[in-house]
């Protein structure tokens, strides 16, 4: 059982993404034998951000890319995409190599946010699609914006692997490729995200049964 099956119904993970007509289904083999050109390479970017956009777009917010940088932070992934897939040897999946780019432009505009602090306070019921009675719709806003405090509370090396295992579904394997780490190193830190998670939701409960007293 996985961490997140009991608590993956409030949160509605999907909902935290604007919608695209891509579909994530196997891509990536390319059976011909022609050398590349710049019209196949452009094609197949298309392709990868009509399928993967959506991915990329919650990598970069459960990797703790304010809401109003996301779309910049995703263009950028897609950018470095199409300048490195010439150079892709398909060594792993294309998932996982577009969520290491993903990695690394979320290390880099968090950077940014440091030094400018201001756009913390992004509107983040807009990440959540309102559906159902006014109180189910802020229930899901408000487990969504706990999802991401907690997200914030895991340092980058936890916080990766527990989104790509716990909110993605990511098999160690393809992890420790993506990420470059050892399979011992990826449930290490899995673990110890875990341990750190369900921590914070604990303190979440203590306040919530608090206030209801």
Not at 30 to 55: G, K, N, W
Request: proline letters at 4%; one cysteine or more.
């Amino acid at each position: 059982m996985r961490f997140f099956d009991g608590f993956a119904e409030p949160v509605h993970e999907d909902d935290m993404v604007p919608q695209s007509a891509g579909v994530d289904a196997p891509i990536g083999e390319d059976t011909t034998t022609e050398p590349a050109t710049s019209t196949t390479i452009d094609a197949r970017v298309v392709a990868l951000y009509d399928q993967y956009f959506d991915f990329v777009w919650r990598s970069l917010r459960r990797l703790g890319v304010a809401a109003g940088d996301l779309d910049d932070a995703a263009q950028d992934v897609f950018i470095v995409v199409h300048r490195r897939l010439p150079t892709f040897e398909e060594r792993s999946a294309i998932k996982s190599w577009i969520f290491a780019i993903a990695l690394r432009i979320a290390k880099d505009y968090r950077r940014r946010a440091i030094r400018q602090r201001q756009r913390n306070a992004e509107n983040e019921d807009a990440l959540v699609c309102l559906r159902g009675s006014p109180e189910e719709a802020h229930a899901r806003v408000q487990a969504a914006e706990r999802v991401l405090v907690l997200l914030d509370g895991l340092d980058d090396d936890k916080r990766a692997v527990f989104v790509l295992s716990e909110l993605e579904r990511m098999p160690a394997p393809e992890i420790a490729i993506a990420l470059g780490i050892p399979m011992n190193t990826v449930y290490s830190r899995l673990r110890l995200a875990r341990v750190a998670f369900e921590d914070g939701l604990k303190r979440f409960q203590a306040k919530d049964d608090w206030r209801s007293r």
